[in-house]
């Protein structure tokens, strides 16, 4: 079984709509990640959370939100999606800063 | 400011034909660059961590050094499915977060 899993894998959905893309970890974990990967742009850290009660902002949370509801569990939110928010969406997890690990990613597409 | 830097964007090889991909990084107290293996669509692979100057890291055909500045991704005798995007990235001491860089896409012909 994979280590981290992310759902749903694909994802069509409409402006304006509400969605939530979520991750699991059976690592343990403490530090979990999102990101987001456009052509050309590479991967960009939306939210970070060091443990359940530390949610931190990355460089693009415009627009996102999060939740860490335990430590193998972190979900992100897309209150009013927009079209510009198309694109690949990776979670990541890692220990003390080490090196992250990365699930299979979302691919949203928001027309 | 932390940066990384990452050449070539695109490298074609014959099978066999060894090569290297180059990533040049500013960071302030540097506490670890990483490589990673990117398949299209699939999320980044974790090959190889450095933590300083002098280091060397082999998998396979892959073999990883690091410099104070830059680090290399050597491939020996390369295969068509070591096509991938390959991403480089570093950690600092100031921060948990990684920065990386925008990949070198390697495509191996046979």
């Known amino acids: 079984d994979a280590d981290v899993t992310q759902t749903p894998r694909n994802r069509i959905t409409k402006t304006g709509k509400r969605i939530m893309l979520e991750c699991s970890q059976t690592k343990g974990h403490d530090r979990m990640y999102w990101y987001r990967q456009d052509p050309g742009l590479g991967l960009r850290l939306i939210y970070y959370s060091f443990d359940v009660k530390d949610i931190n902002k990355g460089e693009i949370s415009d627009g996102y939100s999060v939740s860490r509801q335990a430590q193998a569990k972190f979900s992100l939110s897309l209150e009013s999606a927009i079209p510009n928010q198309t694109a690949l969406y990776f979670c990541?997890?890692?220990?003390?800063?080490?090196?992250?690990?990365f699930g299979p990613g979302t691919r949203l597409t928001v027309l | 400011e932390d940066q990384v830097t990452q050449s070539p964007e695109a490298l074609r090889l014959q099978e066999g034909e060894s090569s290297s991909l180059n990533c040049s990084y500013t960071?302030?107290?540097?506490?670890?660059l990483f490589w990673y293996r990117q398949d299209p669509g699939k999320g980044p692979e974790f090959l190889f961590t450095?933590?300083?100057a002098g280091e060397e890291k082999e998998k396979e055909r892959l073999k990883a050094t690091l410099t104070k500045k830059e680090s290399f991704l050597h491939i020996t005798a390369p295969k068509p499915e070591d096509s991938a995007t390959y991403l480089c990235?570093?950690?600092?001491?100031?921060?948990?977060?990684?920065?990386f860089g925008t990949g070198t896409r390697l495509q191996v012909f046979p």
């Open positions: 990235a570093v950690g600092s001491y100031n921060t948990d977060k990684l920065i």
């Open positions: 990541a997890t890692s220990v003390l800063g080490n090196e992250q690990f």
């Open positions: 450095l933590y300083s």
């Open positions: 960071v302030s107290g540097l506490r670890g």
